[in-house]
């Protein structure tokens, strides 16, 4: 079974700040990770994703995460908050030998002028 | 049009009534998805179907009941609902049921039980 863990429900940033999201997770085999957005009225849309391979993976919008095993960690960064940041972002994790999706209970962030 | 198309945007009924909830991609694939969406509370799976065969039922209550005439089209109908199934009902689409397949979002129909 496997579980994620966003830590904050809500970051607030100053505009041209470092944005920083948290997520761990727990599974017992080699994890497929993910980060999704949701703007205000819509869907999901995948921001990154990691299978194998490189642990620093890049995503859309300057968004970049690293996996870390021994923290088992996929914190999503960017370097520079713009206003049209302002979203929900949800961390999902599945196991490599299964299509299942666990979601986090995402977190709100909101960018300041 | 392109992508996941989910209709109405909004939907309000009452306990009795009998509602559908429509769901239609346009990517070509072969995998699509109900989540429930509720308030600070992660993602729900509830139905995932694979080429039009169900795959998944995720312990829903038999009210919400789903239908995928073919791999481009998804129902979800709903009768006798409660008030906490109140939500926003997300429906996705992958090129296949796999860990490796990312999902693609409608923009979710917002259900309110009165």
């Known amino acids: 079974a496997q579980s994620v863990t966003q830590l904050g429900s809500h970051v607030s940033v100053s505009e041209g700040a470092l944005v920083l999201l948290r997520c761990n997770y727990s599974?017992?085999?080699?994890?497929?990770l993910f980060w999704y957005v949701q703007y205000p009225n819509q869907g999901l849309q995948l921001l990154l994703k990691?299978?194998?391979?490189?642990?620093l993976v890049k995503g859309i919008n300057g968004f970049e995460a690293e996996f870390k095993k021994s923290e088992t960690s996929f914190h999503l960064t960017k370097p520079s908050a713009h206003m049209s940041d302002a979203a929900e972002y949800f961390c999902?994790?599945?196991?490599?030998?299964?299509?299942?999706?666990?979601f986090g209970a995402g977190t709100t962030v909101t960018v300041r002028a | 049009e392109t992508g996941v198309t989910q209709t109405p945007r909004h939907l309000v009924m009452g306990m009795t009534n009998k509602k559908s909830l429509k769901c239609e991609q346009h990517?070509?694939?072969?995998?699509m998805y109900w989540y429930k969406q509720s308030a600070k509370k992660p993602l729900e799976l509830m139905f995932v179907?694979?080429?039009?065969?169900?795959?998944e039922n995720n312990s829903v209550p038999s009210r919400f009941s789903p239908e995928c005439p073919n791999s481009s089209h998804l129902f979800l109908h709903l009768h006798t609902l409660q008030p906490e199934d109140s939500a926003l009902y997300l429906c996705?689409?992958?090129?296949?049921?796999?860990?490796?397949?990312?999902?693609?979002f409608g923009n979710g129909t917002r259900l309110t039980v009165t």
């Open positions: 999902a994790v599945s196991p490599s030998n299964d299509y299942k999706l666990s």
């Open positions: 599974s017992s085999v080699p994890p497929y």
């Open positions: 996705a689409s992958s090129q296949e049921v796999s860990e490796n397949s990312p999902l693609h």
């Open positions: 179907y694979s080429l039009e065969e169900r795959v």
């Open positions: 990517l070509g694939h072969n995998a």
């Open positions: 990691y299978t194998t391979g490189a642990t």
